[in-house]
């Protein structure tokens, strides 16, 4: 994929064998990240849906409950779908697909299939027996009736930890063989089935439901969608896993020298990758003495919906398509390529988040206003899920960025390091929080707040340390990207200005499609403002993204 920016490789270079697959290997990326973007897409805008209904059934404080006891397999499934597990075992497995073929690859696949469904399951087990004690130390500011609510909800879903397990290894195989829509598909399945299966026997066991009372029959009945969920997501990838020729059976050979590398690179990435989920737990504990309690879980969870929404799209898609080609490229060490592919997809990640981040911010009260505020959802919400999502929006780019360059190190083999960053991004947070919350007696907006700047400083030491061990990650080209970006958008900006303040100022006396119509006209003038000015200023990356655009509708 040309680079526009940049001047043309020398003739030598172009001719050698090497560089025809590292451009291959680029150029398949970026196209392949459309694909997983729009897969992404349909996940995530199914989950706003899910949360939408939650908080306009139940609101801020019931709602608030559930997520509490959603919170720790969920925050399972983020390190091992997205995590842990799946890097681990994608970086083992393509490596072994290259260097001893399929079979060799299918032997690891079945072997960590079978570890993971005996393990997980052990885990799940184990949650449900200390659902009890464990809710309490997560939020030990509650009242003992919403932490008790919490336990049996989260009883329910500890099942779901063996489900996903499963999920992140069939998600591997599929990205491992370059099958990317699927997985990423997977999860809007996964919505699709808590959200239907949920209510669903929620209207049909409770009556109160019906008529808008909240019970526990009703919580209960989300909570077992949560695992009807969590099937379909794992059931949907299985044709595809049969077609690119993998075959499951049992194998317990678990002294494998494949099995071993996945479980090496797993524990330390495991750390790595879960410094910001862990974070989520330590602001939960937090939040819990603040003077919102349960609420404030649900302002915090609402605001990290949003957040991972451009996250998802563009972070975690740029990261699914590039890690099998880091893996590859990195099979004889730190190749160019290597670094080319790394360079270039923190590139598009830039591109791509740093205006969704902006106007996030800038409009943080009106696009939670209309996606949440219905029934027992308030202003008052809207306006306390706002100032969390401000601070959010500032963590995104980094939070994105640091989904493409943790799971590098893996590659590389300098898997520590991001372990040990991310322990020190998580005693930050706790001092940072002890701090706001106990001693200056601020409420859960400075929560966010340290999660992003933990963020930023997390991206700013691993972006450092792999351009050292990488030997360069054309740092000034980025930087003069940067500039550009900035400018396109301050122009995007600029054009919001007028709207937002004259327009949108009257917010409250709008009925709901004039929000929407308001808010959706914005959006798309101040997209066109930003994607002008980038052509304008001949941003690679636009160019790139704009002929994506035209391959897929001509196709369509």
């Not at 983020?78 to 690859?105: C, P, Q, R, Y």
């Not at 939670?368 to 601070?391: N, T």
């Not at 200056?440 to 400075?446: E, N, P, V």
Request: hydrophobic share 55%; aromatic share 12%.
């Amino acid at each position: 994929m040309a680079d526009s920016s940049t001047p043309e490789p020398e003739p030598t270079r172009a001719a050698t064998p090497a560089a025809r697959p590292v451009n291959a290997d680029v150029a398949a990326a970026a196209r392949s990240t459309s694909v997983v973007s729009l897969a992404v897409l349909c996940s995530r805008l199914l989950g706003l849906v899910r949360d939408q209904v939650l908080t306009s059934r139940f609101g801020s404080l019931y709602n608030g409950i559930f997520a509490q006891a959603f919170g720790t397999p969920n925050m399972l499934r983020d390190l091992f779908a997205e995590g842990a597990l799946s890097t681990a075992f994608v970086t083992t497995f393509s490596k072994k697909l290259k260097n001893e073929g399929e079979e060799a690859a299918w032997r690891l696949g079945r072997k960590m299939f079978t570890l993971a469904a005996c393990f997980m399951s052990v885990l799940s087990v184990i949650g449900i027996l200390v659902a009890q004690p464990l809710t309490r130390l997560l939020v030990p500011g509650w009242e003992p009736w919403k932490q008790d609510l919490a336990a049996s909800l989260a009883q329910i879903m500890y099942p779901f930890i063996a489900i996903v397990s499963l999920t992140a290894l069939a998600m591997g195989i599929l990205n491992a063989k370059k099958k990317f829509f699927v997985p990423a598909v997977a999860s809007a399945f996964f919505n699709l089935g808590c959200l239907v299966g949920g209510f669903s026997l929620a209207w049909l066991l409770d009556p109160a439901f019906r008529r808008g009372e909240i019970t526990w029959t009703a919580l209960a009945s989300f909570a077992v969608g949560t695992l009807i969920g969590g099937m379909c997501q794992f059931l949907i990838q299985w044709p595809s896993l049969r077609r690119v020729g993998f075959r499951y059976r049992p194998d317990f050979g678990w002294k494998d020298d494949g099995v071993r590398e996945v479980l090496r690179l797993m524990w330390p990435s495991l750390i790595a990758a879960g410094g910001v989920q862990v974070n989520v737990q330590i602001n939960s504990i937090f939040a819990s003495f603040t003077w919102g309690e349960a609420s404030a879980k649900t302002w915090l969870q609402l605001a990290q919906r949003l957040q991972q929404l451009p996250l998802g799209l563009f972070g975690v898609a740029v990261a699914t398509v590039t890690l099998p080609a880091l893996s590859r490229a990195a099979v004889d060490g730190i190749s160019p390529g290597f670094r080319e592919v790394l360079a270039k997809g923190l590139r598009l990640v830039m591109f791509l988040v740093i205006p969704c981040a902006a106007g996030l911010a800038l409009f943080s009260r009106e696009i939670l206003s209309v996606i949440f505020e219905h029934g027992k959802y308030g202003p008052e919400d809207v306006r306390q899920s706002a100032r969390v999502l401000q601070a959010y929006a500032f963590g995104l780019l980094f939070y994105a960025a640091l989904k493409v360059v943790q799971p590098a190190f893996f590659a590389i083999d300098k898997r520590f390091f991001p372990m040990l960053v991310s322990l020190g991004m998580i005693l930050f947070n706790i001092v940072v929080n002890s701090v706001t919350v106990f001693v200056l007696g601020w409420d859960h907006a400075a929560l966010a707040w340290a999660t992003a700047i933990g963020l930023a400083l997390n991206f700013a030491v691993s972006y450092l340390a792999m351009r050292k061990f990488a030997a360069g990650l054309d740092t000034r080209e980025s930087l003069r990207g940067l500039v550009r970006l900035l400018v396109a958008t301050a122009v995007m900006l600029a054009v919001c200005v007028l709207p937002k303040w004259w327009f949108l100022g009257h917010w409250q006396e709008f009925g709901w499609w004039a929000r929407a119509l308001a808010l959706g006209g914005t959006i798309a003038v101040a997209a066109g403002a930003y994607f002008g000015v980038c052509g304008a200023l001949r941003v690679a990356e636009a160019a790139d993204f704009g002929a994506l655009l035209k391959r897929r509708l001509g196709r369509t």
